[in-house]
Nanobody
Framework: QVQLVESGGGLVQAGGSLRLSCAAS????????MGWYRQAPRKQRELVAS?????????GDSVKGRFTISRGNAKNTVTVYLQMNSLKPEDTAVYYC??????????WGQGTQVTVSS
């Protein structure tokens, strides 16, 4: 079992920055990939960024150059960060953290709201 706790969402003006955090606990050694997804109203959930256990990253096209994903390891937790700069109103969404163990097993966080005002 893996538990995910997200934090850092909120309201920000366009052009501003936010940093999201996702702390994973439990069976963290089973996690291969961690990532951030987002879902705006009436839209499908989409990949924002992901990072593997060895630090390889992938970004969605709409956030490349503006968002940075990173991770930090502690004794019993893994924390993934999403630094979001130059935010745009279209970045408004609920952001979800995901921890992938295998092709058939993944865990999701509860989601954190990010709202960017114009």
């Amino acid at each position: 079992q893996v538990q995910l706790v997200e934090s850092g969402g909120g309201l920000v003006q366009a052009g501003g920055s936010l940093r999201l955090s996702c702390a994973a606990s439990g069976n963290i050694f089973s996690i291969n990939v961690m990532g951030w997804y987002r879902q705006a109203p009436r839209k499908q959930r989409e990949l924002v960024a992901s990072i593997t256990s060895i630090g390889s990253t992938i970004y969605g096209d709409s956030v490349k150059g503006r968002f940075t994903i990173s991770r930090g390891n502690a004794k019993n937790t893994v924390t993934v960060y999403l630094q979001m700069n130059s935010l745009k109103p279209e970045d408004t969404a609920v952001y979800y953290c995901k921890a992938v163990v295998s092709a058939t097993l993944a865990y999701w966080g509860q989601g954190t709201q990010v709202t960017v005002s114009s």
